[in-house]
């Protein structure tokens, strides 16, 4: 059998000569600066952003990490380590929604919303992007570069937005924007949250009801594996991540209309009224049967529980009884197996691969359709869990996974 592939973090200072050396060989000039920010995990809250729902991401020590320098002019020009030959270029003048094909929608997403959003002293840049977070695992890697571009802007351009928590969701919503209206990509929020508000050692418990102050919208938690003897592993299938082909949306377009049938405007509306119910089964039986068609029925389900899941996940960790952590993650993936049906065969055999073999709770990470599982095991087993997934993998005709190690790590920085 292959041993399994581990993917390590670049360090920061690799990270900062990495980008600053593609950025000198592509345009001939040095950056301004070298700015990086962070892939993701979510630990639990699972299509629950666009329903205005709660989350639990941290910050992956994985980051992408962006030279950049301002141009007088509004052209942009990126390029990347995954091509490292290839420069992607684009005019900010007169650009439209979904101007730009391919992955430098995504960076040049973020200049372009920002002066939609009324920013017009940002012009236009150079940037050379060099990443080792995985592209299109459920990681987040778009996020990453969204995030990173905007902290980059924000710091030449002079916004300001940077230095402070609140003042990063203004950085944040344009990097939903980008996802959103350039690259096409209905994200709802929790990547770019995670990306630009987590810190070292802790999650953030992330509250997506509209109109929250950036206070209200996140607080942290503590999440030190090393304090109960656990690892947090991350086994990317490599099984095909495509958000963009219509699943991803036809999923948050049942939610918005089953939201419409019940009169409200959004799921958390009813999440709420279930949990303060004084019997809350019934009143979910009660909710689902004014839906009219079963899908509906399986896709609100998912949603109205895993919202619940979140709190008793941060409950459960808070107080170390990781059995019901584990459980937690258990029912969330099933959740999202059997209700709201975004899982593949390579997340199913994955989480049920790690739970036969002693791991706490396992469950898909991300939208799905593909991407990873995380897995809550005893310190030091990692590696041996990965591997057994891998093994199976390999019997079944699988592609190949990749794994790597979760630790809460810091938010988007500046670091050259
Ligand atoms: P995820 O965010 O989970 O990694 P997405 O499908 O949302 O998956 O985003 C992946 C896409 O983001 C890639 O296909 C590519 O277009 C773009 N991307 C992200 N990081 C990079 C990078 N370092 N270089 C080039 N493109 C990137
Ligand atoms: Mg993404």
Not at 9 to 38: C, N, S
Not at 129 to 158: H, I, K, N
Not at 177 to 203: F, I, K, P, V
Not at 409 to 416: I, L, N, Y
Request: include cysteine.
């Amino acid at each position: 059998m292959t041993a399994v592939e581990f993917i390590e973090p670049i360090a920061p200072a690799d990270g900062v000569a990495r980008a600053k050396a593609l950025f000198a060989a592509t345009y001939g000039t040095e950056p301004h600066g070298v700015w990086a920010a962070p892939g993701r995990v979510n630990l639990i809250g699972e299509h629950t952003d666009y329903n205005a729902g709660l989350c639990l991401p941290i910050a992956l020590p994985h980051r992408t990490y962006i030279a950049l320098a301002p141009r007088e002019d509004t052209t942009v020009r990126v390029v990347s380590d995954i091509a490292p030959d290839r420069i992607a270029q684009a005019d900010l003048d007169g650009l439209q929604a979904r101007g730009v094909d391919g992955w430098s929608a995504y960076p040049t997403g973020v200049a372009w919303a920002l002066r939609e959003a009324g920013y017009d002293t940002v012009k236009g840049f150079d940037a050379a992007f060099v990443s080792c977070v995985p592209l299109g695992s459920g990681l987040s890697s778009s996020a990453a570069m969204t995030c990173s571009t905007a902290l980059a802007l924000d710091d030449v351009y002079g916004l300001g937005y940077g230095a402070t928590d609140a003042g990063r969701v203004t950085l944040i919503n344009a990097a939903i924007t980008s996802e959103n209206d350039m690259a096409g990509a209905s994200t709802g929020g929790l990547d770019q949250n995670a990306s630009m508000r987590c810190s070292a050692g802790h999650a953030i418990r992330l509250d997506c009801r509209p109109g929250l102050s950036a206070v209200d919208s996140v607080s942290p938690q503590e999440f030190d594996l090393d304090k109960y003897g656990l690892e947090l592993l991350v086994v990317d299938t490599q099984a095909p991540h495509q958000l963009n082909d219509g699943q991803y949306a036809k999923r948050r377009a049942t939610c918005e209309a089953a939201a419409a049938t019940l009169g409200v405007d959004n799921l958390r509306v009813i999440a709420d009224q279930v949990a303060a119910a004084d019997d809350p089964a019934a009143a979910l039986a009660d909710v689902l049967a004014r839906l009219d068609d079963e899908t509906s029925v399986r896709r609100v389900r998912h949603v109205i529980t895993e919202i619940e899941r979140v709190d008793r996940f941060v409950a459960a960790f808070a107080d170390g009884d990781i059995a019901t952590a584990g459980d937690l993650f258990n029912a969330s993936h099933d959740s999202l197996r059997d209700d709201y049906e975004v899982t593949v065969p390579e997340l199913d055999v994955a989480v049920d691969t790690a739970r036969a073999n002693g791991a706490y709770g396992a469950r898909m990470t991300g939208g799905g359709f593909g991407g990873s599982i995380i897995a809550l095991v005893d310190k030091g087993r990692g590696r041996e869990v990965a591997q057994l997934i891998a093994d199976e993998f390999e019997r079944r005709g699988f592609h190949a996974p990749r794994a790597l190690a979760a630790v809460a790590a810091p938010s988007a920085s500046r670091e050259a």
